[in-house]
């Protein structure tokens, strides 16, 4: 339910302020410093909070959840849609009350945000001392250094290079089963709604031989689970000579060797067949049929696929630039049930209400949703973001009232279709990986099956970490239920 509540909350708009976001848990290793990190948006922001937290260990700083004892404040932030950036405003008010009497308390932005409101918040509102973008990290100790000798430390430079891949990120938030790797930065697609082009630069894939090295890690310390992430990791491309996706696909020929999606995949699942192996955003236009083989072949790669579609509709696709159509899309689904069966988890992003959306066109989005039957998706109504394709070129023209019912009927049916897709998992037997308590009762623990569903199940006898069989008995339209047959059955 987690998922629809969130996507609820976007529905309330400007009435409600919940937004996402993640705190620095409380670490004393004996540093002088404290450095607090809140963090709003997509988990590759979340991603991005533990390198940070990684470059400023290194520099003499323990980490702290409370935002009043720290000597550095940060907040990691989002530009995706508009609640975000207003829920940002608001905790950096908050937080500038309590440096009035705390006055040597460094205050920064880090994010997506940087650039765009750059000058607004550091020169004119003059609420922050650091403003510093998503590929400026490794310049973060130099910068709060200028900051606290009276100086405004600014670095918004995007780089075509730079993935962090030397950096070991810090777990932040961690239950020491599950983590994520990040894989690539930037986006080259130009999506006419999204700002991330703009925000994270252009597309840059990291190093695959330091991938393997983080996942190999985190498995030698406990974790079974790895996700890779990426805007857009089917469109993972690298070679020793060349990371920027742009620039190797004009020398291909003169590169030693290309590493692609499927490679990687691949080489991180032959880390260990107890590390279970997930990615994440799969885009329609690049997902090939290479990497749905890759998925087969191995156990531990999770069979769940998050394959945004945005819109049912060709010509609203064509206007978002998605750069495939609703035949193409559903084309890709077809392969997917083909190669990997009805098992597979496949989820979605939608978008209400995009400009000139008729009533026609948000209905091809409903069959769409029928057709495909995703387990789950992250729904949105349209936000325009400034500088985007779409808010140069298009009106932002469906009322606001229209944008929320458009969401709500995809809400709707989106519910009826977990309820439906879970059902079909009652009586099966599964292989589970426990990653937390669940919220509800203290005598369960929650694991998560390979297409990416929550089940529930009794906690005796069982720990964080383990792989459980288990029998599917009841659920929700977000909730598996289910009941433990056996605890760490052999998986290789
Ligand atoms: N790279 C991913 C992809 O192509 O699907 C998604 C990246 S974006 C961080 C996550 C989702 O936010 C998008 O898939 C889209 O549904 C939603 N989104 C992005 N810009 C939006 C906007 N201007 N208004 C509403 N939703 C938006
Ligand atoms: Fe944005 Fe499109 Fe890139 Fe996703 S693929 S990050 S929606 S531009």
């Given at each position: 339910m987690d998922q629809l509540i969130k996507d609820i909350d976007i529905i309330s708009g400007e009435e409600a302020q919940a937004v996402d976001y993640k705190t620095t848990p409380e670490e004393n290793t004996g540093k002088t410093k404290k450095i607090y990190i809140e963090s709003y948006g997509c988990q590759m922001n979340f991603s991005d909070s533990e390198i940070v937290a990684s470059i400023m260990k290194e520099n003499g700083y323990d980490t702290t959840a409370d935002f009043q004892q720290a000597d550095v404040v940060f907040l990691n932030t989002c530009s995706i849609r508009e609640k975000a950036e207003q829920t940002v405003r608001n905790r950096l008010n908050h937080f500038n009350a309590v440096k009035k009497n705390k006055p040597e308390m460094t205050i920064g932005v880090l994010g997506c945000m940087a650039e765009r409101l750059k000058d607004k918040l550091l020169e004119e509102e003059k609420i922050v001392d650091v403003v510093v973008g998503p590929d400026a990290y490794r310049d973060l100790p130099n910068l709060v250094n200028a900051a606290e000798d009276g100086r405004k430390g600014v670095n918004t430079f995007l780089s075509?290079?730079?993935?962090?891949?030397?950096i070991a990120p810090v777990r932040l938030n961690s239950n020491g089963v599950t983590a994520f790797i990040s894989i690539m930065r930037g986006c080259d697609n130009m999506c006419s709604f999204c700002v991330v082009p703009f925000t994270r630069g252009r597309e840059r894939s990291r190093d695959p031989h330091s991938i393997v090295a983080e996942a190999r890690d985190l498995f030698e310390r406990g974790y079974r689970e790895v996700t890779l992430l990426g805007q857009?990791?089917?469109?993972y491309k690298w070679s020793p000579e060349e990371n920027n996706k742009a620039r190797l696909n004009k020398k291909e020929e003169e590169v030693s060797e290309v590493v692609n999606f499927a490679n990687l995949l691949e080489m991180v699942a032959q880390v260990n067949p107890l590390l279970r192996v997930r990615f994440s955003t799969s885009h329609p236009k690049d997902i090939t049929d290479e990497v749905l083989y890759t998925m087969k072949k191995y156990d531990n790669i999770c069979k769940y696929i998050h394959l945004p579609v945005q819109s049912g509709n060709s010509r609203v696709l064509e206007l978002m630039n998605r750069t495939y159509d609703r035949e193409w899309y559903l084309d890709r689904v077809k392969a997917i049930r083909e190669i990997l069966g009805e098992e597979c988890g496949i989820s979605s992003d939608m978008i209400a209400g995009f400009c000139t959306e008729t009533e026609e066109e948000h209905k091809d989005t409903l069959t769409l949703m029928d057709i495909v039957k995703y387990d789950f998706s992250y729904m949105f109504y349209y936000s325009e973001r400034p500088g985007t394709l779409a808010a140069k070129k298009y009106t932002d023209d469906i009322p606001l009232d229209v944008k929320k019912r458009r969401l709500n009927e995809i809400i709707e049916k989106q519910t009826q279709l977990s309820l439906e897709r879970n059902k079909l998992d009652i009586g099966q037997e599964q292989i589970i990986l426990i990653e937390g308590t669940s919220k509800k009762s203290e005598f369960e623990l929650k694991g998560r099956n390979s297409a990416n569903k929550v089940v529930i199940v009794p906690s005796e006898g069982l720990k964080i970490g383990d792989y459980v069989k288990v029998k599917i008995k009841d659920c929700t339209a977000a909730t598996l239920f289910g009941e433990v047959l056996e605890i760490n059955p052999a998986l290789a």
């Open positions: 075509r290079e730079e993935t962090y891949a030397d857009n990791v089917d469109s």
